[in-house]
């Protein structure tokens, strides 16, 4: 700031930015540029490898069981709470009818994004933290959970999760407890980032974790009154034979999912000591966090002939992994940015190889040939138009049974 003054002249005031500062507010941003510009083409490939998507599985059985009662939304979907994506269906079927499955895939992508940035903002925006926000907006090896929209609820659980852990960073426990409320009605992954929370604000002594007491008594009330019964109908994860049947189904998920994030299978799992300098709570936090979530699959899974390699458990443990090394100072800086340029570019190529097959085929879906002959028993009978089923997947003939 220069004051300069001229005889017969007021004072006037002249702002001057040195060269050096404007240079170094650039820098500063260069990070959150690099990551706006891979946001989007991270939603423009989704996109385009979901073009001619349509509904499938759960969500034609959700439109043609649609929830009627306040309690049904409360009814479990293959053992999770899935209120939250109940009521995002109802919302956009009402909004926009089943006519195209792209406005299907808006809360997920917005999900994703937000996921993203708030690993971003956990690694206060250093280029570490840039690169690993990058490597989630195109995991491919977790490709399953952002090419299908129906997936919402664990894209959103693990968000809201995330940014739980923003807010414990910043002394806002009970942000964070609300997040993590809203997280285990969206997903019974949120499970894992809640225990996560738990032991966070444990190793720091913090008192405030009775606040993260709310999101699990929730839970287990939902539990007790509508959840133990469907989980039970799938395995019941409390018997002898799903306890021992866990550590080994845990044990393989997490060396896939680590493998499949890193980009080299097993081998990729020996360069995450790379990123790994100190150890932390928020380290201890999310391996735990990690652990949890495999053993909570392991209980009512493992029984039932899934494999614990199901790409779509990935993304959970991605955004877990991000929060254990988002802070740290990388102990051999090279090696660590050779991995995760590796990492990016296997991920980048996992998603379109498991996207283009599915782009460019016209499957003959089932589910969509019972809603075409049911759609009367949807829940929106005013506006039949709105609920047209997209011609490409028009049944052209009926099955031999309905000829």
């Not at 929730?218 to 306890?243: C, E, H, M």
């Not at 940015?337 to 990016?344: D, N, Q, Y």
């Not at 499957?363 to 609920?387: H, K, M, T, Y």
Request: net charge neutral; glycine share 10%.
């Amino acid at each position: 700031m220069v004051e300069t003054a001229q005889p017969g002249w007021a004072p006037r005031i002249e702002l001057s930015v040195k060269p050096e500062n404007r240079a170094g507010a650039t820098r500063a941003a260069l990070p959150t540029i690099v990551f706006g510009i891979a946001s989007i083409v991270s939603v423009a490939t989704i996109l385009s490898l979901v073009a001619h998507f349509t509904f499938w599985g759960d969500e034609w059985d959700f439109w043609l069981n649609p929830p009627v009662a306040p309690s049904d939304y409360f009814i479990p979907r293959n053992e999770h709470w899935s209120t939250v994506p109940y009521l995002i269906y109802r919302g956009v079927g009402a909004s926009f009818g089943l006519r195209s499955y792209l406005p299907f895939m808006a809360p997920l992508l917005i999900a994703h994004v937000a996921c993203a940035a708030g690993i971003l903002m956990l690694g206060r925006a250093s280029w570490l933290a840039t690169g690993i926000a990058v490597l989630v907006l195109f995991l491919g090896s977790g490709g399953e959970d952002l090419l299908w929209g129906w997936q919402v609820g664990f894209v959103l659980a693990s968000a809201l999760g995330v940014w739980a852990f923003v807010m414990l960073e910043r002394g806002r426990v009970k942000t964070a407890a609300g997040l993590l409320f809203v997280g285990v009605m969206t997903a019974g992954i949120e499970l894992a980032f809640l225990g996560a929370a738990v032991i966070y604000l444990l190793a720091r002594r913090d008192r405030r974790v009775a606040w993260l007491g709310a999101p699990a008594a929730a839970y287990v009330i939902w539990y007790l009154a509508f959840g133990r019964s469907s989980i039970a109908a799938i395995q019941d994860p409390f018997t002898a034979s799903s306890l021992l049947a866990t550590p080994g189904f845990a044990a393989q998920g997490i060396v896939f999912a680590l493998g499949g994030i890193t980009g080299l299978n097993l081998a990729g799992v020996l360069t995450i000591p790379a990123f790994v300098r100190r150890i932390d709570p928020l380290v201890v936090a999310a391996v735990a966090g990690i652990l949890i979530e495999y053993v909570l699959i392991g209980l009512v899974r493992s029984h039932v002939g899934e494999s614990s390699s199901v790409p779509r458990y990935v993304y959970p443990a991605a955004a877990l992994l991000a929060i254990a090394v988002v802070r740290q100072r990388p102990r051999w800086p090279r090696i660590t940015t050779a991995a995760l340029g590796v990492a990016i570019a296997v991920n980048v190529g996992a998603l379109i190889l498991h996207g283009w097959p599915w782009s460019r085929l016209t499957v003959s879906d089932p589910f969509g040939c019972i809603a075409e002959r049911s759609i009367d028993n949807l829940i929106i009978r005013a506006q039949p138009g709105l609920f047209a089923i997209p011609d490409a997947f028009r049944c052209e003939a009926d099955p031999p049974e309905h000829q």
